[in-house]
């Protein structure tokens, strides 16, 4: 049995955004061989994902997560920034943790896509991903 | 290679809600070294969730789970209690799945997230949660 | 430690829908005894879920998403047929990979749960999906 663990860091700054982690699990699964890689960001107001960027998709999730959880007042836990109550809702949605395949070192990702940090707090501007392989 | 798995038991009565597994968790994980621990509900009407708890964000989303998925006539799925079929789509958006990686016994979680069981069915007062190790 | 993978191709035609993967997550997952079975799509436009199916709840996923995600002309990505962006906003909610407990040769699936591909790409009609054993 092989474990590996490693936290990078990841300067979101203060916009919400999509942040893509791709080469970051690449590179940390290369040599590894079979196994799988569990991308997990322990924070309690960001996701992570698998999608297609770069073709505007990063953009539509941002619009998307702004139609379905609006930051508005509605949010009855409500420090930070306005609307900062609908960030803590996001994980339920877009999980904060993310399994991949990897087989001989390989992430088994499909073409278009790439894993993402999926971030709409903008209080918080260093993000941390914990990047686990076990094989 | 060392695996463990162990089914407990959730009184989550006739209110929707969020119920707290982290202890359940913690305890699981505890003493079984480094791997990745696999938090799952054998239930199709019930979801598992990293947020945070005991800030008003548990009360958030059960909100917005009643804006997005609401408990209406609109649903083909018709058993049970009004609105029922619902409680039947939101697994597709709130996984019976979440994995956590494990570091010296220890869930990595950060500060502020608590894994939940995320229960919007009230036809269902009591669930089981399985936990499994692989390390 | 045991690894296996394999590769199936689903037909999905040309309709969006929900595809049962369940059968063949068992047989893959049969003879392998404790471990984890990783269900991953390696596509920028589907998903994998665990939901109840042949009671409308599959139906009732795609009006769902329709309502969430909308297949209309707000999509900044906007290639392939009118509304396809929103298929590519999709894998953000339903997770393109999903982790099921397996004892003894079994996936530890509730009597209700099915595991299935969600696709709402009408202009991809074969899909790959990985299943991977850890164990």
């Given at each position: 049995m092989t474990f590996a663990t490693e936290t990078i860091q990841v300067s979101t700054g203060s916009r919400p955004g999509v942040f893509d982690l791709t080469s970051a699990v690449a590179d940390f699964c290369r040599?590894?061989?079979?196994g799988l890689c569990t991308v997990f960001v322990p924070h309690a107001t960001a996701g992570v994902a698998i999608i297609e960027v770069g073709a505007g998709s990063d953009h539509d999730l941002m619009t998307a997560i702004d139609e379905l959880l609006?930051?508005?007042?509605?949010?009855?836990?409500?420090?930070?920034?306005?609307?900062?109550?609908r960030d803590h809702v996001l994980p339920a949605f877009i999980s904060p943790s993310v399994t991949i395949p990897v087989v001989d070192g390989r992430p088994t990702l499909g073409t278009w896509q790439s894993v993402v940090l999926v971030d709409t707090n903008r209080d918080n501007r260093e993000r941390q991903v914990r990047l686990t392989f076990l094989g």
């Open positions: 040599g590894r061989g079979d609006p930051a508005d007042d509605r949010w009855r836990h409500a420090h930070g920034s306005p609307g900062h109550g």
